[in-house]
C-alpha cells in the first residue's frame, strides 16, 4: 500500500517562510512526477508545482520567485520551500505523486493534507 506523509505546515506571517515535506512509502516500482497542490474552501484543488524525476520543474504563476520545489529520489520525498508568504496563500497543502506499481499500473497517490496558514 503506498503512502504519503506530509509535515511542515502551520502559522506564518506575511513576509515569511515555511517547508513542507512529502514522503511516499509502500511497495512500488518507480515514482514519476511529484508535486504540491492546495486547495482552499469552495475551489478546487490547483497545482502549486511539480518536478519530474528528472528534475524538471514547473510552478504556478502565483508562486514564481517566491517558492521552490525540489526532490530526493533516493528517499522518496519532495519539499517545497515557501519564501515571502502571503495571507491569500493559506490554504491546505496537499502532496501528489504518480507512482508506477506493478500490480495495478500508473496511479496517482495524494497525501492526507497540511495547513498552512499566513497571517497579516
Known amino acids: 500500500q503506498v503512502q504519503l506523509v506530509e509535515s511542515g505546515g502551520g502559522l506564518v506571517q506575511a513576509g515569511g517562510s515555511l517547508r513542507l515535506s512529502c514522503a511516499v512509502s509502500?511497495?512500488?516500482?518507480?515514482?514519476?512526477?511529484m508535486g504540491w497542490y492546495r486547495q482552499t474552501p469552495g475551489n478546487q484543488r490547483e497545482l502549486v508545482a511539480d518536478i519530474t524525476n528528472r528534475g524538471s520543474t514547473d510552478y504556478a504563476d502565483f508562486v514564481k520567485d517566491r517558492f521552490t520545489i525540489s526532490r530526493d529520489n533516493a528517499k522518496n520525498t519532495v519539499n517545497l520551500q515557501m519564501n515571502s508568504l502571503k495571507p491569500e496563500d493559506t490554504a491546505v497543502f496537499y502532496c501528489k505523486a504518480v507512482v508506477v506499481d506493478v500490480r495495478v499500473g500508473v496511479r496517482d497517490y495524494w497525501g492526507q493534507g497540511t495547513q498552512v496558514t499566513v497571517s497579516s
Open positions: 509502500g511497495r512500488f516500482f518507480s515514482i514519476g512526477v
